[in-house]
């Protein structure tokens, strides 16, 4: 088993990444000192995958699991998801220290996180992820919250887990589309400065993006993921300013997704196609050079989409962008590389680059 340990303001939490690890939740239960009551939050399509196995092995080891189920996709990830949950909570009259197991992807991970820093102002959470972007980032850190219409995740909450338990073996049953997009968050931190990844990546991203599933180096993937991004929110819980690094690929991502309607590109797929946006800025601004390149032989090989959509307009694009979380002052804060490796943040750069390196793509 791999473990490491997250630093949080409101108490550590470990996360812990092992093959077959769904099948032994009752005995971590009982190591975190739980008994009786707990709430599985999961989705139809994961609840069918692997959510009744869990209620079945939670009941015969003396635990009274409450299923309630969220809409699937992003397009579902709204307040009135995340208030629906709620009332369900409330109908079961749940009390302060009954926790909530959240079992699914980022969407439903956000949600499900989010419900759970506002009932009852917190109640115990574990996730438990089940696609490779929830594994390798989204369950890790403490993020929660829903999209707007105006932009993506802008209503939220810092709530950390008690724990995160990650199984790879969960991913053996995503379609492969869903894999390969959560190698652009993988692709991610190989940019921003894990080497370990980036030697990993040049040797084995056709096996990743491809069948069949290569346990063994999925595992390695999600293990440094899951390492730098510990490493990262641990020293900055709250995004006051290292944490901002691991939105390399996101401001643009995120835009995009707006654009095309939340939904209509899985958000791996879009931080890919944003991190190339951003390259392609920084090499406009003479920050850098030949990064695009080699980013773009990754998505490539790694069967991620690396055509900028051509339904999409720029000024639809840069609206959205304009809505970003990390705007100031009215102009965005840009995360670029500057090497393969390194990336920095700035907003010294004037809206028509960017708008001709959107052209450019």
């Not at 439903?108 to 992820?129: C, E, K």
Request: proline fraction near 5%.
């Amino acid at each position: 088993m791999t473990s490491c340990l997250v630093r949080s303001r409101l108490g550590d939490y470990p996360v812990l990444i092992e093959s077959g690890l769904s099948e032994d939740l009752p005995s971590l239960l009982a190591g975190m000192g739980w008994s009786g009551r707990l709430a599985l939050v999961t989705n139809p399509v994961v609840h069918e995958l692997h959510g009744e196995r869990i209620v079945r092995s939670l009941s015969s080891s003396g635990y009274r699991p409450e299923t309630l189920l969220l809409p699937d996709g992003e397009a579902h990830k709204v307040l009135s998801s995340v208030t629906a949950l709620l009332d369900g909570l409330l109908s079961l009259r749940w009390e302060r220290g009954e926790p909530l197991l959240v079992l699914g992807g980022g969407v439903t991970g956000d949600m499900g996180g989010f419900a759970a820093s506002l009932l009852l102002r917190g109640v115990p959470l574990v996730h438990i992820p089940s696609t490779v972007v929830a594994q390798v980032d989204s369950s890790i850190g403490g993020k929660t919250g829903v999209d707007h219409p105006m932009g993506k995740n802008l209503l939220g909450s810092f709530y950390p887990p008690r724990a995160v338990w990650i199984d790879p073996d969960l991913l053996v049953t995503l379609p492969l589309r869903e894999r390969r997009a959560g190698l652009g968050e993988v692709i991610k931190y190989a940019m921003i400065g894990n080497a370990a990844l980036s030697d990993l990546l040049d040797s084995g991203i056709e096996a990743l993006g491809g069948e069949p599933f290569r346990r063994e180096l999925w595992s390695l993937a999600i293990s440094e993921s899951v390492s730098e991004k510990a490493r990262i929110v641990s020293e900055d819980e709250h995004e006051g300013g290292l944490r901002m690094t691991l939105n390399f690929g996101h401001t643009f991502g995120h835009a995009l997704e707006g654009a095309l309607g939340f939904g209509e590109i899985l958000h791996g797929e879009a931080v890919g196609l944003g991190m190339l946006a951003a390259s392609r800025v920084s090499e406009r601004l003479g920050l850098s050079s030949g990064v695009s390149e080699r980013l773009l032989a990754l998505l490539k090989a790694s069967g991620l989409p690396y055509q900028w959509p051509r339904n999409v307009s720029i000024d639809d694009l840069l609206r959205f962008w304009g809505s970003d979380k990390k705007t100031r002052g009215g102009k965005a804060t840009l995360i670029l590389p500057v090497s393969w490796g390194k990336v920095i943040m700035t907003r010294d750069y004037d809206q028509e680059t960017v708008r001709k390196a959107l052209l450019d793509l």
